[in-house]
Structures are given as C-alpha cells and as structure tokens.
C-alpha cells in the first residue's frame, strides 16, 4: 500500500489543550477512501493477521477483529510511529499533573524496546468489523503491565452510506460520582484519540485519576469497519 499521511499538519497545540480540557480529541478525515477502502478489502487476507477474535465467544460483544501481523500494513506503521511523539508528550504531561515521574520516551521504538524486554512481543494494531446488531461492550485495552495511555481509531467506511448507528461510546468513572459517558460519531477516514485507561480530572484539591472505558454502540444496518492504533505490543 503505498498511500501516505501527512500528519505535520495537525494543530497539537489544539490537540493537547482538548486532551487535557476533555480527555479525548476528534480529528479530522487523515485517510483517503482509497486506503480505507484497501484495508477493508484486506480483510480476508487471512496472512495479513495474527489471531481473529469472535467477540460472541468472549462475551466481548458481537462482532469481530483481527491483530495484523508485523510487519503491519504501512500505513498504519506510519500512523503509530507519527502519533507517538506527541502523545508521549501529553502521557508524561499527565503523569506530571498527578505527580509521578514522567517515564515515556520520545520515540515508538523507545518505548516497544521496553514492552519487549517485559516479554510483550506480539503487534497490537487491529481491524475491527461488526454487521447490524453487533456492539463493542465496553472494556479497556491492557496487554501486559507496560501500557501507552492513548490510542487511536479510525473509521473507515461512511456511516449513514454503508452502516448506521455504530458509534464510539467513552464512558469515564469519577470517584464518588456517576459515570458521564461521551458518544462520538466518525466519518469515514476520520479518526479519535482516547485514553486507554485513565486521565486526570482537576478536583477541589488538585488533580486525581478518572477511569475509562470504551466501546461501540449498536449497529442498526450496514457493516462498520474500523482500524485501532495501539501503541503497547501484547504478551
């Protein structure tokens, strides 16, 4: 696949106030319909991937998704490895606003370097697809003990064209307060950075740990497909 992004263009300025403001940022359409429509059509290229998960088996929802195998398809190579930088920045900004040491490095590989002197080998970049009626519970993304606090998703097919319902769905614990749950809706090339885990939260006596989790509401129609940058390897 040789279609490539041009992420130097993205305001991070704008980004990392909306991450720390809101805990999660939208962005605008990166990937061509061209390379959204190469990955989808590679979705039965049964080599390309590593495991396949049926979501009904676990009870993780319905649906299904894949974790490619490395390499990974370029363009989702180039993806982690431009993503990373800048996210590594707002990682340690957070760990620094909670008051613990800042310990991610500054680049993908750094960090890889550290999930794999821990034994986490294997690449977790995945496809995702569910038909009408399938549903992503909602869950967080822990592979080992090393984990990167964001990762991102794309969407790539056009909802109301090809599916409808479908969205993404964060839903963040406070302490001692209900859950507050976000629902986000994505075009087809557009994409949603989101914490893994969890985010600070600035409270009366500083900022303390909010907890969430995400998942993918109902698909009414259609099939959605989407693709997920994480930047931890597994176990």
């Known amino acids: 696949m040789s279609n490539s992004i041009e992420l130097i263009e993205l305001n991070w300025l704008e980004l990392h106030q909306t991450l720390d403001e809101q805990g999660f940022a939208k962005l605008p359409c990166l990937l061509s319909p061209d390379t959204c429509r190469q990955l989808v059509e590679d979705y039965d290229q049964n080599e390309l991937y590593r495991k396949t998960i049926d979501m009904a088996r676990y009870r993780f929802g319905i649906g299904e998704y894949k974790y490619y195998q490395s390499p990974i398809p370029p363009v989702l190579q180039q993806l982690r490895n431009s993503f990373y930088p800048e996210l590594a920045k707002a990682a340690n900004r957070w760990l620094e606003l909670l008051h613990k040491p800042a310990i991610y490095p500054d680049t993908l590989g750094a960090f ?65 307060a209900q859950s507050r749950g976000h629902v986000i809706t994505l075009n087809q090339g557009e994409g949603l950075i989101f914490p ?40």
Do not use: W
């Not at 549903?135 to 967080?140: G, P």
């Not at 885990?197 to 989407?226: D, E, K």
């Open 112 to 176: 890889l370097d550290q999930c794999h002197q821990a034994g986490q080998n294997r690449p977790t970049p995945l496809i995702l697809k569910y038909k009408a009626g399938g549903y992503n519970c909602m869950h967080q993304d822990l592979y080992g003990d090393i984990y990167f606090p964001f990762q991102v998703l794309f969407v790539l097919n056009q909802r109301n064209d090809d599916y409808t319902g479908g969205e993404s769905i964060l839903l963040e614990q406070r302490p001692r």
């Open 196 to 235: 893994t885990q969890h985010r600070p939260v600035q409270g009366t006596r500083g900022y303390y740990r909010a907890t969430l989790r995400h998942g993918v509401g109902t698909v009414h129609s259609g099939t959605r497909y989407s693709a997920g940058i994480i930047f931890h390897d597994a176990i």
